[in-house]
């Protein structure tokens, strides 16, 4: 059974960065397809980027038009670890986020619905 972890929010001044980690425990995720998802105060839950399996390095990501330039997502299956890299945080861009994971598929995807593993969240604050 896989357990996801996320880590490294916190508050960030508008136009600063922050890297976010999602670590996973219990069985290899380098096959899983994995996303970040981020919900608002009073918004429905939003799909910010995704990314592919890979048997190698790096893997193929995909991201949401509001994001698209200024965040990057990366995994290291050796640490078994996703990552999302936001720069030019914008304060819209303040809201819990959640690392998810697509057992048994490797393809990256925005639907949410096609995710079956999701960790707990961790918070992000950006401030004029």
């Known amino acids: 059974q896989v357990q996801l972890r996320e880590s490294g929010g916190g508050l960030v001044q508008a136009g600063g960065s922050l890297r976010l980690s999602c670590a996973a425990s219990g069985r290899s995720v380098r096959w899983y397809g994995m996303g970040w998802f981020r919900q608002a105060p009073g918004k429905e839950r939003e799909f910010v980027a995704a990314?592919?399996?890979?048997?190698?390095?790096?893997?193929?990501?995909i991201y949401a038009d509001s994001v698209k330039g200024r965040f990057t997502v990366s995994r290291d299956n050796t640490k078994n670890t996703m990552y999302l890299q936001m720069n030019s945080l914008k304060l819209e861009d303040t809201a819990d986020y959640y690392c998810?994971?697509?057992?048994?598929?490797?393809?990256?995807?925005?639907?949410?619905?096609?995710?079956?593993?999701w960790g707990q969240g961790t918070q992000v604050t950006v401030s004029s």
């Open positions: 990314i592919s399996g890979s048997g190698g390095s790096g893997g193929s990501g």
């Open positions: 998810a994971a697509r057992s048994a598929h490797f393809t990256a995807t925005n639907d949410i619905d096609a995710y079956d593993l």
